[in-house]
């Protein structure tokens, strides 16, 4: 069994400045994978960036990073020179290597303010 | 390649009616799966199908809830009978594969029950 806990409802951060989104998860799978999603105002979900569990190095998409700390079970997303368009829930969510499904924790809504 | 595609985005039913949605995976996607999102919370699996089998339905409501993916056309959630509790968000996502890595994600339908 799978479980995501996101302790931030809100967050918001000024236009250029970075922020971090908090994400604690807890498995009894040997191998997962971690995903944060966004999901902007038209609530179409979008993938933003994925960890594979046995990958020590974080992984990173242009503005966006991830903090991996495995044995704390805990799994940051770090925003930096944030922008408007970045103001959206996010989802932490992991599923088991081998698995189809996804769990989710209940987001954090970000805003950016100008 | 087009998306995901959901319709319709928007759907407005009594109590007591029933509400179809629909769900057409990226061309080359066998793999489908509907989440639900209730108000303020994260999304949760519902069900998995492969064409014309239900893989598993473990997070479906046991009563008035029924999903199917043909051999031919999209994928169907059909719910009979709705209740206010049934007003969410419907999420479907399909995969070329049965796994969560590769899972793309549709627009999603707005269920309101009046």
């Known amino acids: 069994a799978q479980t995501v806990t996101q302790s931030q409802p809100e967050m918001s951060v000024q236009e250029a400045e970075t922020v971090t989104l908090s994400c604690t998860y807890d498995?009894?799978?040997?191998?997962?994978?971690l995903f944060w999603y966004k999901q902007p105002p038209s609530r179409q979900m979008i993938l933003v960036i994925r960890?594979?569990?046995?990958?020590?190095q974080n992984a990173t998409e242009n503005r966006f990073s991830v903090n991996f700390q495995k044995a704390a079970k805990s799994f940051s997303l770090k925003i930096s020179d944030s922008q408007l368009g970045d103001a959206a829930m996010y989802f932490c969510a992991s599923s088991g290597a081998g698995s189809y499904q996804l769990t989710f924790g209940k987001g954090t809504k970000l805003s950016v303010i100008p | 390649n087009a998306g995901v595609m959901q319709n319709p985005r928007h759907l407005v039913r009594r109590r007591g009616q029933e509400a179809r949605l629909r769900c057409s995976p990226m061309?080359?996607?066998?793999?489908v799966y509907w989440y639900r999102q209730l108000p303020e919370e994260g999304l949760k699996f519902m069900v998995y199908?492969?064409?014309?089998?239900?893989?598993?339905e473990s997070g479906m409501p046991k009563e008035r809830f029924s999903a199917e993916f043909p051999k031919e056309g999209p994928s169907i959630l059909r719910i009979q009978q709705v209740v206010r509790g049934d007003s969410a968000a419907y999420f479907c996502a399909s995969s070329p594969y049965s796994r969560s890595y590769e899972q793309y994600f549709g627009p999603g339908t707005r269920l309101t029950v009046t």
């Open positions: 199908l492969q064409k014309e089998n239900i893989i598993d």
């Open positions: 960890q594979e569990a046995y990958k020590q």
């Open positions: 061309k080359g996607h066998s793999h």
């Open positions: 498995t009894s799978e040997s191998d997962y994978y």
